[in-house]
Nanobody, 119 residues
């Protein structure tokens, strides 16, 4: 079974930067879309960014121009480079991976990593 390990969260001042990593390991067949979601206290989980195997990306309007998603297929790893962070970016960030096995697909979630932006 596929496992996801996230890293890179922490505390940063407004205007600062963080880089999150999400590494997939274990029994991997074929990773399709990789994405990052976030959930702030009392809020629903929302998509931050996603990337396809071909490199096509999708971003939430609130992060466009500040956050960049990328992936390294050789390492089965996705990255989230976050710049110009603001207090409203404070949340637990979750990695999400879609794995395809023939005609079937399964979604996996990471354990989450806390990002806190102080004003």
């Amino acid at each position: 079974q596929l496992q996801l390990v996230e890293s890179g969260g922490g505390l940063v001042q407004a205007g600062g930067s963080l880089r999150l990593s999400c590494a997939a390991s274990g029994s991997i067949f074929s990773i399709d879309r990789m994405g990052w979601y976030r959930q702030a206290p009392g809020q629903q989980r929302e998509l931050v960014a996603s990337i396809t195997p071909g490199g096509s990306t999708n971003y939430a309007d609130s992060v466009k121009g500040r956050i960049t998603i990328s992936r390294d297929g050789t390492k089965n790893t996705a990255y989230l480079q976050m710049n110009s962070l603001q207090p409203e970016d404070t949340a637990v960030y979750y990695c999400n991976v879609l794995e395809r096995r023939g005609s079937k697909s399964d979604a996996y979630w990471g354990q989450g990593t806390q990002v806190t932006v102080s004003s």
